[in-house]
């Protein structure tokens, strides 16, 4: 790969991290978006002096939809990847009661994400180059009792993906589905999570940069997700319903 | 949850957090009995508290780099072999390294490690410009040399007992190439290891390799290997165009515990095609690139799996240079008239060094890997005994079995310690589960 320059959004998370550490190690220059993106500056200074990029902060708020235009124009350039690893699941209760919460779960995964990709779609199409990546959720593949508000956003961003692959594949401009499946991150520090199907956020770094580097479609980061979910997704509504998965 | 060292011995039931920031670090420190951890390679209890084990894992970046002075500015929780990872291609090198890359900066100083160049260099103290450091009045402190010299002074092997430390700035050794040139000699016995150390005191590292298994005339019968940086006019031509390139190594992984006589066998077998290979041709001079020479068992990434399922201890002390030659005399017929198996032992010469803590003294350090069961337990107590009889002491950071009494009569220096960590309130907020065991 040559060297290019690697958008991340919602760059504080760890899996943000661990994708600048990966793509700056492949030689890539990076753009962290976050809020308080002057938090970042211990990473910044970490990354140019692990790998001898360049390392540049950028105020963004994914639910701050009107701004989007702007804050494209605001970066140095137009980068040839972006990836978008904003999530919030939230919690399941508290959506089920509260409106509110539930919307807060639904923007922050779906509407938020979906219009910033839809924006850079649309320069990168001008363009006639890049590469978007969304990192959605096997949540997305089905909707279950104990977290469906997080996975219908999910699911919405699965699609919208889906479709932009669609409309983009003739003009050279390519869209990645990224399915984590379980990782070691700040969401999940206090879940007890099976380690067989948990991924560190290293582990998924090293999966989106490779699906970057040989334009793939859809990744599963541990391959045994794909299994689980042909199985939940083909389990008959009539049984799924009654399930406690 | 379940936490150990290196040896996998003791393992004890203890809490552990892993903050993300400071304002977290501090609430954490503040609930008391602290202790901070970083890559869990101490071999025994020293970064272990069974109330509140602080996992400085999300503290490990590097801040700057002043290439005037080839000085590293970096968060504790740094790796060691992240810092060669990012320097050594530009020409820098740890001025001082322990046996393995996989410590963080935090342990490096709060053990002040030594390696093979202490009898030239001193131990890690000397690279050390400044350190950060949370203590108990929940303030970020800067130390220095000039700066709270005494908190410095302390907290540089003082096994993190004076606070978290959060960041510090190390001086790196420019190198022009990443090869070692290495020259191994045949020792037939003890006294002619010391001669060789002796004679060789100019050389920047050097090291032996003992056979415990040996008696009478042969006691102590080694390999010493010194080694030079290569410099890039003394290496040949080929190497030239790619003096400073890390080449990726593969790495092993060992799938199971191993019954436990399996490495000590295999060890021996091991040193003594070597040591009558290299007999024969007297000296044997060669090439060996870094990672082979500092860190030859980071390449096998679990090894501490070897020693099965009950763990190992290593046992470290240091026995000062006027009892050297008697010291180890005591100490090597005691191991190999134990009847325990054979295993090796290296052996190091230390140079001087004046320190509030810190383990090394002008004189022999001898290590040795054992596994932990009610024999080599007594061995270990025995050992002890002739260390304090030749006025030794022991390395806390291998340490994983030593009684009080046994550190409290090694250690005259343990009783200012625990009054400057009394003074300073320091004691309410840090221990670790060694700490307690040997009243510091």
Known sequence: ?245 | MNLSGWGRYPRIDAKLSAPRDLATLRANVHKGNAIARGNGRAYGDSAVSTQNTIHMKHFNRMLGFDTQLGQLVAESGVLLADIIDAFLPRGWFPYVTPGTKFVTLGGLIAADVHGKNHHKDGSFAKCVDWIELLTCEGDFKRCSANENTELFEWTVGGMGLTGVIIRAAIRLRPVSSTWIEQRTMVAENISHAIEIFEKFQDTTYSVAWIDCLQHGNAMGRSLVMLGEHAKAENLPSEYHSELLKIRPKRKLRIPLQFPNWVLNNFSVRVFNALYYSVGKRQSAQKLIDWDSYFYPLDTILDWNKIYGRRGFAQYQCVIPIQMADEGLRALLSTISGAGIGSFLAVLKRFGTQESKFSFPMEGYTLALDLPVNTKTLALMEQLDTITLQYGGRFYLAKDSRMSRFTFQSSEPRATAYSQYRSEQGLNELYCSTQSERLGI
């Open chain 1, 1 to 245: 790969m040559n060297k290019e320059t690697v958008l991340l959004m919602g760059a504080r998370s760890d899996i943000a991290l661990a994708l600048a550490h990966r793509f700056a190690k492949g030689g890539n220059d990076i753009q962290l978006a976050a809020r308080n993106s002057n938090g970042l500056i211990e990473d910044k200074l970490d990354i140019e002096l692990r790998y001898g990029v360049n390392v540049t902060l950028h105020e963004f708020d994914v639910l701050d939809t009107t701004v989007n235009e702007l804050f494209i124009n605001s970066l140095p350039m137009i980068p040839d990847v972006a990836v978008c690893v904003i999530g919030h699941m939230g919690e399941q209760k508290e959506s089920e009661r509260d409106v509110q919460i539930a919307a807060l779960v639904m923007r922050s995964n779906y509407e938020g994400p979906a219009a910033i990709l839809a924006a850079l779609a649309n320069r990168f199409e001008e363009r006639g180059s890049g590469t978007l990546v969304g990192i959605s959720s096997v949540a997305g593949e089905r909707g279950r009792a104990t977290n469906y508000v997080y996975g219908s956003a999910k699911a919405g961003l699965t699609a919208f993906l889906s479709g932009l692959r669609n409309r983009l594949s003739k003009k050279s401009v390519h869209v990645i589905t990224v399915l984590p499946g379980f990782v070691y991150t700040k969401m999940t520090e206090n879940m007890e999570l099976p380690v067989k199907l948990t991924a560190q956020p290293s582990e998924v770094a090293n999966s989106v940069f490779r699906a970057v580097q040989k334009k793939r479609n859809i990744v599963y980061v541990k391959p045994i997700w794909q299994l689980i979910m042909i199985i939940i997704r083909n389990i008959p509504e009539t049984i799924f319903k009654r399930t406690n998965i």
